[in-house]
């Protein structure tokens, strides 16, 4: 019998390298976030996590350091990709290119370079390292906000906003009320790709705060260095649960929003 080659066997390699990177690690991980140091059942992590102020406090920072980064992020990247979107303003991609191109340099040499330049600036995470942290963080994630609105804004119906206008809207309006309903997709996905990454982040806390500031991804990294892996993979599971929660709520916004505008249209 003479074998055939078939279209469904090309997700073949995509299903292994699901179970072997994805399904298999998240055993490991519940494995030793409900089991002690001799492999039996145990809450010990939970009650641990949930009952120690240092833990807490880390989670906390995160999500702040998290919102504040994905809110500035936002309020700087929203009128640069309007700009860069605009053909009235920008008229090659050569802009474009240069907001992208720093995402073509390693993580940990982009950090290195950024607490260089800081501490020529007299920003050093010594003396500032919440000033230094958040702007490492926010040069860092800046192009994963800039990317997706940016292709949004591409696709901006400008016949509705050319009615807006002759409607008698002023630009406040028009903006209000056409162009940020229409770049609603674009904006939830720059969250996305700047909030989560954000919280599991440790490399540029730990380079730009000189150690001062731990945030979640710190912790976690920390706890499995020093051999904590049943404490540290129950933090794993939380940082997932957030991470299905931010998820859920974004997904069922978009659906939301696509309902309202099918229903007005």
Do not use: H
């Not at 298999?24 to 949930?50: C, H, K, M, R």
């Not at 303003?89 to 240069?98: A, D, G, P, T």
């Not at 705060?209 to 499995?224: D, W």
């Not at 940082?239 to 069922?252: A, D, E, H």
Request: net charge positive.
């Amino acid at each position: 019998m003479r074998f055939r080659f078939q279209r469904k066997y090309l997700c073949i390699p995509y299903f292994l390298f699901l179970i072997l990177f994805v399904v298999v690690p998240i055993f490991f991980i519940v494995y030793y976030a409900f089991t002690d140091g001799t492999g039996n059942f145990s809450w010990n992590a939970l009650v641990e996590f949930f009952t120690t102020t240092n833990k807490i406090n880390v989670l906390v920072m995160s999500l702040l350091f998290s919102t504040l980064n994905t809110i500035v992020c936002l309020l700087i990247g929203y009128p640069i990709a309007y700009i860069l979107a605009n053909k009235k303003y920008n008229k090659s991609y050569v802009l474009v290119l240069l907001f992208v191109m720093p995402m073509w340099i390693n993580f940990v040499l982009r950090t290195g370079a950024t607490r260089d330049v800081l501490t020529w600036l007299g920003i050093n995470g010594g003396t500032t390292p919440y000033i230094a942290t958040m702007i490492g963080l926010v040069y860092n994630y800046l192009p994963f906000v800039i990317l997706p609105l940016y292709t949004t804004m591409l696709k901006l119906d400008k016949s509705q906003i050319e009615a807006a206008s002759d409607l008698g809207c002023n630009r406040i309006q028009v903006f209000t009320k056409s162009i940020f309903p229409q770049t609603v997709p674009g904006v939830i996905a720059a969250a996305q790709m700047v909030f989560m990454p954000t919280m599991s982040s440790y490399v540029i806390p730990e380079t730009l705060s000189e150690g001062k500031i731990v945030l979640f991804g710190n912790s976690i990294y920390l706890g499995f260095a020093n051999n904590q892996w049943n404490s540290s993979s129950f933090m794993a599971i939380i940082m997932l649960l957030i991470i299905g929660i931010s998820m859920f709520v974004t997904r069922n916004f978009t659906e939301k929003e696509d309902e309202g505008r099918a229903n007005a249209w």
